[in-house]
């Protein structure tokens, strides 16, 4: 069973449409949900998205390139535009080009607070406190369809008398949760189960929950109900959130786990935490937990809440819990606590776990103040190590942070943020409300294996470098190495490698680190993730204080490490004159340390005050003394299984060297890449799928297509249309983090295709001009079907010329307008003038005029869509149109003063390429295919220029 479940959603498009997939915006069923699978950590610029200009965004879904988005609001702009647009608490719009969907109109009367796409994407279930959709009477949960907003009636409403805070779909069981006690006036407290086709209510999913968290202190009286749900992605566990102390009569005070059987759901009697039974900010918050979100693994899930923060408490603090631990006071596998600001939602993604609110901070030593050692700023966004909850690297910021980012949605595509403010960064980019960090263009999550034996053992000593093979039982005898770029190593306290960079402290009382290949060495670098420089001299909101954080007390204690080693998401370290092994959560990817010193149980051992060296290898901790001894001990997470063993020194070997020097195990050599793709083709456009590339020690960065044709392409996944059957030898490079390629090569077969039609000719003008003229081809005979398209630098869309029709709507920006006709050609048209009048004032424009044989004789044209962009760019992308199975034309258009050239995509046989002189002169490129394509969809095509312009591009099937 594949679950939806609401935060980590990415509804794909079926492979046996693979070809509309990669052309269309939800334009056909998708294969079903996803979790969050992200190759990279996205990028921290936002992508285009619209401006929603009031109120709070608090729900966000993913149907292929079609967003959902819900909330308080009412009003929202195109980005680039001034014009405000009605979109009352529900709009949609396209991922790609960020444009709204002006079709989708629910018209509901109140606030969205969750969004679920039904599993064939067809459908989206809205859940909220509202009473009408349009004139219909509903309430609190609809289903409608996607591409309308339309009710779907087969779905009726059941009338949840209080609001519905949250749904998910599992199967076909709609799950809600919320305030209200009846759902179809059947007693249901807070937690119900519904037919997803039907809406009925059934007997799944009655576990009642009761009781204010609070109760009896605290001035706070919100209604008892569930807050958030989140669905493991097989959709057998259920972790729910809100203002409750019981469930099912069970004690569960805020936070409960539910098995979810095939016949009923059931509060999981074997998992319970105390972690939220205190306090937080009783008078301001019953409850303070805020969201919720399953891995996409379904192995955990972590809780995000507010709370005003108290020590020793979970409050303003993401927590992870993971399912297979149980019992009646379960703890956190770990605490990121922002010091005493509210997180306010959570989503999980392979690589991260992403957590927003509009707190300053994270990596606090625990809830109840600011300004405390090892913080690093993180406004109002951030992400985190899944592994140990320390922040990584992306840090793009919300300056003011206002009430908070109250929802995130991560998708295989990136990470979407709704909040109630206007800007991403420190008011660098305007982003009202709703923003978009898409996956392409990241970078690589760092992730290190631990190592193993045998390796080289490096040992630094003055300016000398030595190594020698280490089995884990024997040591060779050392050798000098060459190196280049080295230093005086003797102010160094313990050092180990992660991945490149080879980490070490000092006694300046600092960390430091330099890469390192064996042989050469990179510059040193002072490890200072707290003081960032994009935010460290930012002033914070209402205050004087800014963004600059602290490092933590390790720092102040590294004079006195006498050896460091990295493993398990943990840095152990030894201290001068103590008898014990230290560790902290340490980020390989940002290198900062967490603020919390922890001690490995049953490590005690006399002689670890004699510590010189410490490193890990096979699950085990080797400690080399002073006293010229090597011990080890096994260590998992940072617990010990059994006691400390001697290896080596007197008595066991000879001249064994463990005594002094820095020593680390050495770099790995980079493992290559393994290239793996498939091929899905609906006629003669093929979809490609290279997300199956492994990297044993790192992450497939690259991808790089040869579709055997003379063409390429990159990307995980793209589309490419064959314009001739035959047999291609498709060829896939990809590329890992460290610049390694592999490559792999498969056929991919073309089968021909017939088509009646075939191409004439075609003419083509530029003016500047109160008309434009220009003639059917010469080569016209009677019956061929004539299509004429003229772009012109106005918002007016011209009349018809004469013996013409229109087909389609005009694509039309806020400079130019791109209109199509269309007729069936007379016995005495060939040579004929058209021309196309654009009144009193001369107007720069541009004319096509196409001729093809063997076309419908009632119209050439069988279907038209348009599509006008809303913010300057090289890269024009058409939209999609559907096609009976042959023939299709493009043209794109600009205004631009600077333009002088417009590039077809690869495969496309070009008609017309029209480029416009002076300032602000109208450019036209015409394509077509060639030859007949697969019926489906087919569009998405991109056509690029010298120059970033508004355009727009209309996409002409025929027939």
């Not at 949250?166 to 407290?189: E, K, Q």
């Not at 490149?500 to 000092?506: E, M, N, R, W």
């Amino acid at each position: 069973m594949r679950h939806p479940h609401r935060r980590t959603l990415s509804v794909v498009l079926a492979a046996a449409l693979a070809a509309a997939a990669l052309t269309a915006a939800a334009a056909g069923p998708p294969a079903g949900a996803q979790p969050a699978h992200q190759r990279l950590i996205p990028s921290a610029v936002p992508a285009t998205t619209p401006n929603i200009l009031d109120g709070r965004t608090l729900a966000i879904a993913e149907v292929g390139r079609k967003v959902f988005v819900g909330g308080t609001f009412t009003i929202a702009q195109n980005p680039g535009t001034s014009a405000q647009l009605p979109t009352p608490y529900l709009l949609a719009y396209d991922r790609l080009t960020g444009t709204l969907d002006q079709t989708f109109a629910p018209a509901l009367d109140g606030s969205v607070n969750a969004l679920v796409p039904s599993a064939d994407g067809s459908a989206l279930y809205v859940a909220g406190t509202f009473k009408l959709a349009g004139t219909t009477k509903v309430r609190n949960i609809i289903k409608i369809d996607t591409s309308t907003g339309a009710l779907v009636t087969a779905f009726r409403n059941p009338s949840p008398n209080g609001s519905v805070l949250d749904i998910a779909l599992v199967g076909n069981r709609l799950l809600l949760a919320g305030s209200f006690t009846t759902v179809a006036t059947l007693p249901r407290a807070g937690l119900a189960s519904l037919d997803a086709t039907t809406g009925a209510v059934d007997d799944y999913l009655r576990i009642a929950v009761d009781t204010n968290h609070n109760w009896p202190s605290g001035t706070a009286k919100a209604p008892v109900g569930v807050a958030k749900l989140a669905a493991s992605p097989d959709g057998t566990r259920l972790a729910a959130i809100g203002n409750f102390k019981h469930a099912d009569g069970l004690d569960r005070d805020q936070v409960m786990l539910v098995n979810l059987g095939p016949d009923s759901a059931t509060v999981a009697p074997d998992w319970k935490t105390l972690r939220y039974t205190p306090a937080c900010q009783k008078n301001a918050f019953d409850s303070y937990v805020r969201d919720v979100d399953f891995s996409p693994d379904g192995s955990y899930f972590v809780v995000a809440s507010s709370g005003a923060g108290y020590n020793g408490t979970l409050c303003d603090s993401a927590a992870r819990f993971d399912v297979a631990v149980t019992g009646q006071d379960v703890q956190p596998v770990w605490q990121a606590a922002t010091g005493q600001d509210s997180l306010l939602s959570v989503s999980v993604a392979d690589n991260a776990v992403y957590v927003g609110g509009h707190q300053k901070w994270l990596n606090a030593i625990q809830s109840g103040a600011d300004e405390q050692a090892g913080q690093v700023p993180r406004p109002g966004l951030a992400a985190l190590d899944p592994d140990n909850g320390i922040p990584l690297t992306w840090n793009p910021g919300r300056n003011p942070t206002g009430v908070g980012a109250e929802e995130l949605l991560a998708t295989d595509n990136g990470i979407y943020v709704g909040s109630d403010t206007e800007y991403i960064g420190d008011g660098l980019y305007r982003r009202a409300r709703l923003a978009f960090f898409p996956v392409d263009g990241g970078s690589a999550p760092v992730s290190i294996a631990d190592p193993v034996l045998p390796r080289s053992l490096y040992r630094l000593s003055g300016t000398t470098v030595t190594t020698r093979a280490f089995t884990g039982t024997t040591a060779t005898t050392p050798t000098t190495v060459p190196t280049t770029g080295g230093a005086n190593w003797n102010s160094v306290r313990g050092a180990f490698m992660v991945g490149t960079k080879l980490v070490y402290g000092a006694n300046d009382n600092k960390l430091h680190y330099r890469t390192f290949d064996g042989s050469a060495f990179g510059p040193d670098t002072v490890i200072d993730p707290y003081n960032d420089p994009v935010w460290s001299n930012v002033t914070l909101s209402g205050g004087t204080r800014t963004y600059r954080g602290r490092v933590p007390t390790l720092y102040g204690q590294l004079s006195g490490v006498t050896g460091m080693a990295y493993a398990q998401h943990r840095l152990y370290y030894t201290r001068s004159g103590q008898s014990k092994i230290f560790w902290r959560w340490f980020s390989p990817d940002s290198l900062i340390v967490g603020a919390q010193e922890f001690s490995v149980p049953s490590s005690a051992f006399p002689v670890l005050r004699d510590v010189r060296n410490l490193f890990y290898a096979d699950g085990r901790l080797w400690a080399g003394m002073t006293t010229n001894d090597l011990w080890s001990m096994p260590v998992t997470n940072g617990i010990a299984s059994g006691g400390w063993t001697r290896i080596s020194g007197g008595g066991i070997d000879t001249n064994p060297q463990w005594s002094s020097g820095t020593m680390f195990l050495g770099p790995l050599t980079n493992q290559l890449p393994t290239s793996s793709f498939t091929t899905t083709c609906a006629g003669q456009t093929c979809a490609f799928d290279g997300r199956a590339s492994t990297d044993a020690d790192g992450t497939v960065v690259g991808w790089s297509w040869d579709f055997g044709d003379g063409t390429t392409a990159t990307g995980p996944q793209p589309s490419h249309l064959y314009t001739a059957a035959g047999t291609y030898q498709v060829t896939l490079t990809v590329t890992d983090e460290r610049g390694g390629t592999g490559s792999s090569t498969q056929p991919v077969v073309i089968e021909g295709t017939t088509s009646p039609v075939a191409f004439r000719d075609s003419t083509g003008k530029v003016t500047n001009a109160t008309s434009i003229v220009s003639p059917i081809p010469a080569t016209t005979q009677a019956g061929d079907g004539l299509v004429a398209v003229v772009s012109a630098a106005t918002t007016t869309v011209p009349a018809a010329p004469a013996g013409w029709t229109q087909v389609g709507q005009a694509a039309t920006t806020d400079s130019m307008t791109t209109v199509v006709w269309q007729r069936v050609a007379a016995a005495d048209d060939a040579g004929r003038n058209v021309t196309v009048a654009f009144g009193a004032t001369a107007v720069k424009a541009t004319l096509t005029v196409l001729a093809y044989s063997g076309t419908d004789p009632g119209g050439p044209v069988a279907a038209v869509a348009g599509a006008a962009e809303t913010t300057a760019t090289t890269a024009h992308r058409s939209p999609t149109v559907t096609t009976p199975g042959g023939w299709v034309v493009t043209v794109w258009s600009d205004r631009s003063s600077a333009t002088t050239t417009f590039a077809e995509p690869a495969g496309s046989s070009v008609r017309q390429r029209l480029i416009g002189v002076g300032g602000g002169h109208v450019d036209q490129l015409v394509v077509d295919t060639g030859g007949p394509v697969a019926a489906g969809q087919y569009g998405d095509q991109v056509a690029s220029t010298d120059a970033a312009a508004k355009g727009s591009s209309v996409v002409i099937a025929l027939h």
